[in-house]
């Protein structure tokens, strides 16, 4: 395709090219680039947020914390539930703890002060039995809850050593119709680590999930929340529908943890997150913020647009100026080609426009130059025909030789890399025939019967290149032909241009088939016949058109134009050597193939046809 352009057309498209590529790197870089920042900035956006909220969370707990405090602390409430406690251990009397209730009830302002927010107080002993609720009473359990009087489970609540505890978001134990609640457990201890009872402080869920919610369909964003164990503390996800979502949080819960990773991305399975994460040095609790890249993704397609668009406009400017440098460029040898294409044998003058232009002055110049001396030699020429005919046929002959070595040469290699010595042997052993049948008296007209020895030569030569199946020939030439005289190497080049041109694009096997017979009237004619692709029909009338015009011109004149192709170089030296009764005719043939006739006709049968 590429053949078929222009100088400026070929420029424009390699640069072309080299732009595309060099601006489509960039753009996938930056693109890249772009995309690793964001996605890094997103993320650090992300710890501050989850630092915020597990701050806020551990406050809440902690004003629960201290509201507790204040009220175990206070002394004459201690001393009622260690007075009371003394009591039941007397007497176990099911309505005295009732006696005490409003006496504890008095000091309940200490923790109102503190913490307002109260949903419910309860306090409670699992071993003395005794338990009290406060606020938020009116649908309680006759009792204590049982998770609170079984033992164990009650112990695991408290960390060894430890006198208070606190709870995650949970339904609310004391309550028939129990709503979500968060807890705050403290002991009532002496100095002796003597335990009198539980306070349980409870505050509306409301107050943590105004800490911890994020508008998730507009941000992407979410909160998920683990104890110190990895369990899933939020969100609560109690519903049986729900549990795979449960497993799967659960899962990334335990891996956060073993990776000990405060950023990064984490994948479910089914959809992928980019977290930050924060541990709480109060609670113990790791609060996670994650981001499922629904709005990331949308942002990193704002920026593949834009340097889309930006790539596309920056490549289309700069292939519009490249496109204007070279035409100003190019310009200058367009005016010299077309001026170029108007000279001939009778106008040999090179007028280019100078238009401040050295370069192109000094063409003109060299030009002028050159067909001075091209006039000079063609009159020469014109003025010895006698002598310069036998010059152009040994220039002719000449001219076939080495074009000869150098394929057999090139075959003959070939093989030889391919370590093949015997046909390497035999293939040298028929060039020596073939370079001695070349040297001897090469300017000295030679016999059919020899010209087809070395045809024969060379055609083993070219069977020994390829398989022997693959190349394939016939040969049959009457005897009365064999003492005809032809210049040497007349057919061996018509044979070689099957090879050569007629092979390389038709698949095996293929065949070639020699004839040469005498006709009554003593004219005798040879046909060179091949399975080949043919000629290309516009070289075939340009060949045919090529052997009418030496025809009609003369030998001399036209040998200027025509050297260089083999056939048309045959064709001459035939002429030359036999005069205007040669004949060469080309066709092709169906479905494939070309047959080359080349013969004599006699004087008579030319006047005839005249």
């Known amino acids: 395709m590429r ?22 790197t960039s753009s996938i870089y930056l693109y890249m680039y772009m995309s690793k920042v964001l996605i890094d900035t997103e993320t650090h956006n992300l710890r501050p947020v989850a630092q915020k909220i597990s701050d806020q969370v551990d406050m809440l707990y902690k004003r629960m914390d201290f509201a507790s405090l204040s009220y175990t602390g206070n002394k004459e409430a201690f001393d009622v539930i260690a007075d009371l406690n003394y009591s039941l251990e007397k007497n176990k009397d099911e309505v005295l703890p009732r006696l005490y209730e409003n006496k504890l009830g008095t000091y309940l302002n200490s923790i109102y002060s503190s913490f ?16 009290f609720t406060f606020v938020s009473t009116s649908d309680n359990i006759p009792g204590i809850p049982a998770k609170y009087t079984n033992k164990s489970q009650f112990l695991s609540m408290f960390e060894p050593n430890e006198l208070s505890s606190f709870a995650p978001p949970h339904l609310d134990d004391w309550s028939t ?13 002496n100095s002796y680590f003597d335990d009198y009872g539980i306070l349980e402080i409870q505050a509306p869920v409301q107050f943590f999930n105004a800490i911890v919610s994020i508008d ?12 110190r164990k990895g369990t899933l503390i939020y969100p609560v996800l109690a519903n049986k529908d729900l549990s795979e979502q449960k497993n799967k949080l659960t899962q990334a819960g335990h891996t956060l943890l073993k990776s000990k990773r405060d950023s990064g991305k984490i994948d479910l399975g ?19 913020i994650t981001d499922d890249q629904k709005f990331l993704q949308s942002k990193l397609h704002i920026y593949r ?19 204007m440098l070279i035409q100003r460029l190019t310009k200058p040898l367009n005016q010299l080609i077309a001026r170029v294409k108007t000279i001939n044998l009778k106008n040999l003058e090179l007028k280019l426009p100078h238009n401040g232009n050295n370069e192109l002055k000094l063409l003109n110049h060299s030009f002028e130059h050159m067909f001075r001396r091209l006039r000079d030699a063609l009159n020469k020429e014109y003025t010895s025909k006698i002598r310069e005919m036998e010059s152009h046929y040994s220039a002719l002959q000449a001219q076939i030789n080495p074009h000869f070595m150098y394929n057999t040469l090139h075959v003959i290699a070939a093989r030889c890399q391919e370590n093949d010595a015997d046909t390497a042997a035999e293939m040298c052993w028929r060039l020596s025939e073939l370079m001695r049948y070349s040297v001897a008296n090469a300017t000295q007209p030679t016999s059919l019967s020899d010209e087809m020895k070395h045809t024969e030569h060379y055609l083993e030569l070219m069977k020994l290149h390829y398989d022997h199946d693959t190349l394939g020939y016939t040969i049959h030439i009457d005897d009365r032909l064999n003492n005809i005289t032809l210049p040497k190497l007349t057919i061996q080049p018509l044979v070689e241009n099957c090879i050569k041109h007629g092979f390389h694009k038709a698949l095996p096997p293929w065949r070639i088939i020699i004839t040469g017979t005498l006709k009554l009237n003593g004219d005798w004619e040879l046909t060179i016949e091949d399975n080949g692709a043919g000629f290309d029909p516009l070289m075939l009338a340009k060949v045919n058109h090529e052997i009418q015009e030496y025809n009609h011109e003369g030998a001399l004149e036209r040998n200027f134009q025509i050297g260089g192709m083999g056939i048309l170089n045959t064709f001459a030296r035939l002429s030359i050597h036999s005069g205007q009764h040669i004949y060469l005719a080309i066709e092709n043939m169906e479905p494939r193939g070309s047959l080359v006739r080349i013969g004599q006709h006699s004087w008579q049968k030319e006047e005839r046809q005249e």
């Open 270 to 288: 089914d959809k992928a997150f980019y977290y930050a994460s924060s541990i709480s040095d109060y609670t113990g609790w790791t609060t996670v």
């Open 216 to 227: 998730a369909p507009r941000t992407g964003k979410a909160v998920w929340i683990y104890d």
């Open 305 to 323: 647009s834009v340097i889309t668009a930006v790539s596309i406009q920056l490549l289309s400017l700069v292939l519009i100026v490249e496109y």
């Open 116 to 131: 307002p927010e109260i949903y419910k107080i309860a306090i409670f002993s699992p071993d003395k039995g005794f338990f």
């Open 177 to 189: 119709a129990p709503k979500e609640v968060l807890s705050f457990y403290r002991k009532f201890s």
């Open 3 to 24: 053949r078929g352009m222009s100088f400026s057309k070929k420029m424009f498209v390699s640069f072309a090219v080299i732009l595309l590529v060099l601006i489509t």
